[in-house]
């Protein structure tokens, strides 16, 4: 019941920051933008989402960094679904994008969409539901997402250095993402977005080998032993509960548990820890933050009108 009574609150509370954000027109987005055009599409993602990751429930952590993914790089375009071409290397060819799946996840609700209202729904607008529903399947708490965005026609390889790597440190962190308009609250909390999903022995085996003072000593073990067992691409799980989106990743962090050093900085620095001991402390508290930083994350440079428009098929410009 209490839960109920919290969640609810959230809602209103996420309501009342969309409200905001749209009446002083921040948001070029809209809840309804798809109501007279294409009504089902939402309900499509969902479904399609939903049944996916009833196959396969660890692709709810690459359903969501593929948001964060497309995001970051050329704003919420869904240019890191474009395939490469003879003359260009796209975005999903980077390193960093090495294990981005769900790829089929988003084509198959767009085929489904496309079938019933042509050329409406951007392939941006469904990354950035799948993203939702994928939290929402795990356990992470329901946002709306606005809807809107168009469809980039860039995708380059060399844009992807606008993602951070596996090594910052929070200073580097915070500058990274204050650069998009995050605070360092919703840096934290969109970290959070490591209670899912995995990273390879590529991205934290450094630390390993440089004994890292801050990495928990049993970790250190067991990564080791993972790794050395396997090669630069064996995974491991972010948080020891990688297939449900609670707190306590942030729990992890305060006993040394963070696999890479973008997840431990965050408790080492001063700047941040305090955000990191609240949420592992109150899971509600991080959840709101979660919603309303991936609700400015969802509105990064998003495309109007004649900037973008709507790839008939996401890995592909329509000439
Ligand atoms: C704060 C800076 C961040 C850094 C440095 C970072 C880095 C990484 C790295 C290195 C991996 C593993 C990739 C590999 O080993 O190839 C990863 C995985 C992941 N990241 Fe992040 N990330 C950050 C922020 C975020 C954010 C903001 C989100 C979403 C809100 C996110 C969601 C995920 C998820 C869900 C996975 C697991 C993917 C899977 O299971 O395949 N990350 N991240």
Redesign the pocket.
Known sequence: MLNKMTSFKQMVLVFMLIELYTSYGALALSMDYYRMSCPFAEMIVRMTVNQALRRDQ?L???L??L??HDCFVQGCDASVLIDSTEGNIAEKDSP?N????GYEVIDQAKQIIENRCPGVVSCADIVAISARDAVVWAGGPFYPVLQGRRDGSRSKIEDTINL???N?NSTA?ISM?GRHGFTIQD?VA?????T?????C??FKDRLSNSDSTMNTNLVRMASMQCNAGDDNT?MN?DMTSTSFDNSYFRALQRGYGL?T?DETLFMDDQTRGFVDIYAMNQARWFYDFQSA?LK?GSIDVKEGDDGNVRLNCHRLNY
């Not at 090495?98 to 799946?101: A, M, Q, Y």
């Not at 969109?190 to 490591?194: I, P, R």
């Open positions: 660890t709810a952590g690459p969501l960094r948001h964060f960093a090495i294990i981005l799946r951070p790597p596996p910052f962190l993402f840096l969109l970290s959070g977005g490591h899912i999903g995995v990273a390879r590529a991205s995974t972010l890479l973008s991936m994350m």
